[in-house]
């Protein structure tokens, strides 16, 4: 069973950067993609940057939300334990919860379909 622990985040002024990390208990995550969602206060949860295991081929990334591109970028560590989502460029609409979600293989824009989630971590971003 995958048990996925968030950590990081916090409060940022505009134009700083942060980086999330999302840590994978009981299996590793080389089979599964990496979903990076975010509800803002008032909104519905969307996905927001999802890489289906290589983040280092672009074409194994997907953004979902345009504006993200060129200022978030996705990463794992060596041992797929980890996956870290790194946030640049920040701006006072990126503050929502963040949170990380696995799905086996490819990645996908439907919230149900992520089969395991990390407890979510607060991103502020200051004017």
């Known amino acids: 069973q995958l048990h996925l622990v968030q950590s990081g985040g916090g409060l940022v002024q505009s134009g700083g950067s942060l980086t999330l990390s999302c840590a994978a208990s009981?299996?590793?995550?080389?089979?599964?993609?990496i979903g990076w969602f975010r509800q803002a206060p008032g909104k519905q949860r969307e996905v927001v940057i999802c890489?289906?295991?290589?983040?280092?081929?672009?074409?194994?990334?997907?953004y979902y939300v345009a504006s993200v591109k060129g200022r978030f970028t996705t990463s794992r560590d060596n041992g797929q334990r980890t996956a870290y989502l790194q946030m640049s460029s920040l701006k006072p609409e990126d503050s929502a919860v963040y949170y990380c979600?696995?799905?086996?293989?490819?990645?996908?824009?439907?919230?149900?379909?992520?089969?395991?989630w990390g407890q979510g971590t607060q991103v502020t971003v200051s004017t």
């Open positions: 979600a696995a799905v086996r293989f490819h990645c996908f824009s439907t919230e149900p379909i992520y089969e395991n």
């Open positions: 009981g299996r590793t995550l080389e089979d599964y993609a």
């Open positions: 890489d289906s295991g290589d983040s280092d081929d672009e074409s194994d990334v997907t």
